[in-house]
């Protein structure tokens, strides 16, 4: 376990990526759509820079987690960064050139950066006291909050720039995205450390490194040993669904991304459709982004105090009230009732993301915690592109209230699988990772 400066260090070296990537990646997809309508010449292009996005952070997912087994967490994270920052150069060289196709590709490297992004949360647990565990994943994933928040306000000031550099205005805010994502890569590269891990658990250097243990050595990511078995994702995978605990961590996580991204996308059409003005849905989507991202630390301590399973219930149970008060304010579409309705939405996620990561990384073995945390990465952002492709033509036929009933059906599946998990092994009283790991 690393020491508690060592580990408040690598927490710091993470938020400022973290804060950094949340500028990038909010600053180029403010306006990638409108860009890619532009550059394509129809408006139907402009749902396909979330999917692309989408489909790039699922794609480099796991490559990136076979990276940190390898390397460590640094050179995987600094790499997911850099990758998008070439996403960035290629998305203004895609606008000078007036290429759609060159955009579509700079898109998916684009969305490595929203991969090192999800993948830093584990990362911000390597090394951590199992009491605290919660809690420092959350507070990483919080500080996506401020860079979420303020990429979407640099739109017009990214305009002016990119106008006064001579560049396609709608590409400017894409300049402050490739700076973002190429100072995130440095600063993890320059000050993350690897954290120690124990000789018994340690066999990929900085990247396998979990809860507990004793006579702990520092573990060189460069060089780093080979001592337990090494899986690939589809392997850790097929190992993981003999346990029901680790299924329920996949299905939470991936589901709950499912649910969010399904019905998010789809309410600025549905409030769009029923005359409501941009600001007010501008003010919708950021309730609900401040849901999403606010309450994150509430949730971490929840896991360390209540355990990981209790809070992913938890977040079934916001995600119900969630979808239930937007299939009935779904013909009217009420401003306040949506807003309660996304805010409820973001909320969800945030406890089953947080819930379900802390959960995963518990309950997996360690030589199959990082390849199984870059599949369930992968997964997550496969599903959400697949509803939220499914989610268009859901809406187009039966309006919103479908949308949200395509979301229960999911809820259903990942409460089925919580309530195997929980048959299988009860959450007991005190945290859920101390139980995984004492036993």
């Known amino acids: ?6 580990q408040r260090r690598n927490q710091g070296v993470l938020v400022v990526g973290q804060l950094l990537s949340g500028v990038g990646v909010a600053s ?3 306006v990638g759509g409108i860009l890619a309508a532009q550059l394509a010449g129809t ?4 749902g396909f820079v979330q999917t692309a996005s989408a489909l790039g952070a699922g794609l480099v997912a796991v490559p990136l987690a076979n990276l940190a087994v390898r390397a460590g967490r640094r050179w995987a994270l600094s790499t997911g960064f850099a990758l998008g920052a070439v996403g960035a150069a290629l998305v203004l060289l895609a606008a000078s050139l007036g290429q759609f196709w060159l955009m579509a590709t700079g898109m998916l490297f684009f969305g490595s950066a929203t991969a090192s992004g999800l993948q830093a949360r584990y990362a911000a647990v390597d090394g951590a006291a199992p009491e605290k565990a ?3 994943m959350a507070i990483v994933i919080w500080a996506t909050t401020v860079g979420s928040v303020a990429g979407p306000n640099l739109s017009e000031p990214g305009r002016l720039f990119g106008t006064s550099l001579g560049l396609v205005p709608l590409s400017g ?3 402050f995205s ?3 994502f190429i100072t995130a890569a440095l600063v993890i590269a320059i000050f993350f450390l690897a954290p120690v891990a124990s000789t018994a658990a340690a066999d990929t250097g900085a990247a396998v490194e979990g809860p507990a243990s004793s006579a702990p050595q520092q573990v060189n990511p460069d060089r780093p040993e080979k001592k337990n078995k090494r899986h690939g994702a589809w392997r850790a995978l097929r190992l993981a669904s003999h346990n029901p605990r680790t299924l329920f961590a996949l299905a939470a996580v991936t589901g709950g991304h499912a649910i969010m991204v399904g019905v998010m996308v789809m309410t600025p059409v549905a409030m769009d459709a029923h005359g409501h003005s941009l600001e007010i849905i501008g003010i919708v989507i950021s309730l609900h982004i401040l849901g999403m991202y606010a309450a994150s630390p509430l949730f971490g301590w929840l896991v360390d105090r209540l355990g990981a399973m209790r809070v992913v219930m938890l977040g079934c149970g916001i995600f119900l009230a969630a979808i239930t008060l937007g299939a009935i304010v779904s013909e009217g579409s009420d401003p306040a009732l949506m807003s309660m309705a996304l ?3 973001g909320l969800g996620w945030s406890a ?3 819930g379900g990561s802390s959960l995963l990384t518990a309950s997996a073995p360690e030589d199959l915690r990082v390849p199984l945390q870059g599949a369930n990465d992968m997964t997550m952002n496969f599903a959400a592109a697949g509803m939220a492709a499914m989610a268009g033509p859901v809406l187009a036929m039966g309006g919103f209230f479908w949308v949200n009933m395509m979301a229960l059906a999911v809820l259903i599946v990942m409460v089925s699988f919580g309530v195997r998990a929980w048959r299988a092994a009860p959450d007991p009283a005190i945290p859920q990772h101390v139980t995984d790991a004492a036993g």
């Open 1 to 6: 376990m690393s020491s508690p400066t060592h």
């Open 28 to 30: 180029g997809v403010a």
């Open 43 to 46: 408006t139907a292009a402009s």
């Open 134 to 136: 919660g809690r420092a």
């Open 173 to 175: 805010p894409f300049v």
């Open 178 to 180: 490739l700076i973002a």
């Open 343 to 345: 805010t409820m939405l």
């Open 352 to 354: 089953c993301l947080i």
